[in-house]
């Protein structure tokens, strides 16, 4: 079945430190990539998404470029935040009813 | 902005107990979704619902069923709670029946089962 991977944590940065998490997904059919973040108590909320093979999704200073060829998704931010702290979910969604998530990945960033 | 409201943040329950969860979302959205979030296993799919009285089972529906008797509402019912049933319960819905939309979630009910 389709399946997501993405890049173990925790991962600890300092502020202003550059960040990459992984992602690599089961290329069945064409799905549309997303990243959602969840907050401490709080639910998932979109981070940012690409539907095409080359479209790069933004938010916040995240960004993240749908590769075909490679079948990846890597969330990347230039300079994170202490605000950046929470727990990172990469999810392809295949069809109507199946969208995966990655097992997610926690960041902590230190001032 | 779309809201998707879930009943209770944090329960405890008892082995054996019927628990139901209650999911509701204002945007008139098609589709909804019960996950369970466990640590280190990301979000798993319960059962997916695509219209009023529809549903389909996910990934683990074992020990799980759903209701969905108006369009804003979806219900995940625990006939006979059990301890491996602890967990982070996420309601979602989403507007499109194709694969370029967004899933909006709830902010968890978190269930402790004793």
């Known amino acids: 079945g389709n399946s997501v991977t993405q890049m173990e944590g925790p991962v600890t940065l300092s502020e202003e430190a550059f960040l990459t998490i992984n992602c690599t997904y089961t290329?069945?059919?064409?799905?549309?990539l997303f990243w959602y973040v969840q907050y401490p108590g709080e639910g998932l909320q979109l981070l940012l998404k690409?539907?095409?093979?080359?479209d790069k999704g933004s938010n916040k200073g995240f960004e993240a470029t749908y590769r075909k060829e490679t079948t990846s998704f890597h969330l990347e931010k230039g300079s994170v935040q202490v605000s950046d702290s929470a727990v990172y979910f990469c999810?392809?969604?295949?069809?109507?009813?199946?969208?995966?998530f990655g097992a997610g990945t926690r960041l902590t960033v230190k001032p | 902005d779309v809201k998707v409201t879930q009943s209770s943040r944090y329960l405890v329950k008892r082995t054996g107990e019927k628990v139901f969860l209650e999911c509701v979302q204002d945007?008139?959205?098609?589709?909804m979704f019960w996950y369970r979030q466990d640590p280190g296993l990301g979000l798993r799919l319960i059962y997916f619902?695509?219209?009023?009285?529809?549903?389909e089972k996910g990934d683990i529906p074992e020990g799980y069923s759903v209701s969905r008797e108006k369009k804003e509402r979806f219900s995940l019912i625990l006939e006979s709670a059990s301890t491996n049933q602890t967990s982070m319960y996420l309601c979602?819905?989403?507007?499109?029946?194709?694969?370029?939309?967004?899933?909006?979630f709830g902010e968890g009910s978190r269930l402790t089962v004793l």
């Open positions: 945007m008139d959205h098609e589709n």
């Open positions: 999810a392809p969604r295949y069809n109507n009813n199946d969208m995966r």
């Open positions: 290329a069945t059919g064409y799905p549309s």
């Open positions: 690409a539907t095409k093979a080359d």
């Open positions: 979602a819905s989403s507007i499109t029946r194709q694969n370029t939309g967004e899933l909006f």
């Open positions: 619902s695509y219209d009023v009285k529809m549903k």
